[in-house]
């Protein structure tokens, strides 16, 4: 019992220490862009862009994760309980028209689509 305490006291120890050093990498980030701020500010004949300010702020990354997740889990959960999932996507989703789910995957890549013109400077918010 000892033992199985050790394993997932080490696993939060090593999540603890991940989340840490992502947090002191967004600090970096959050820094280099305040400095390049500070510069182009000082120096308008640079080429820098606004848009290459947003891609290094990362904005937009929970649609990022939240879709990631949404794609993803059924891979995993088919891993998991292959028959199980199976049975879901052959009941469930095959019960809905063609016409929604090429709907819904339209309105999916819309939105990622609209996202990433937004973080390239594409669209003023």
């Not at 394993?7 to 999540?15: H, I, K, P, Q, R």
């Not at 980030?29 to 701020?37: F, L, M, P, Q, Y």
């Not at 606004?50 to 891609?55: G, I, K, L, S, V």
């Not at 709907?103 to 990433?116: Q, R």
Request: charged share 20%; aromatic share 14%.
């Amino acid at each position: 019992m000892v033992a199985v305490w050790t394993f997932l006291a080490g696993l939060a120890g090593d999540w603890v220490k991940d989340w840490q050093a992502g947090r002191e990498n967004q600090r970096a980030v959050e820094k280099a862009v305040t400095d390049n701020r500070i510069r182009l500010a000082e120096s308008e004949q640079t080429h820098n862009q606004e848009w290459e300010m947003r891609a290094l702020e990362g904005r937009d990354s929970f649609l990022r994760r939240a879709s990631f997740t949404a794609w993803s889990a059924p891979l995993i959960w088919a891993y998991f309980d292959p028959t199980g999932a199976a049975l879901y996507f052959s009941q469930s989703l095959g019960a809905l028209p063609d016409w929604y789910v090429g709907g819904y995957l339209a309105i999916t890549g819309a939105v990622w689509g609209v996202s990433e013109m937004k973080a390239a400077g594409a669209w003023k918010k």
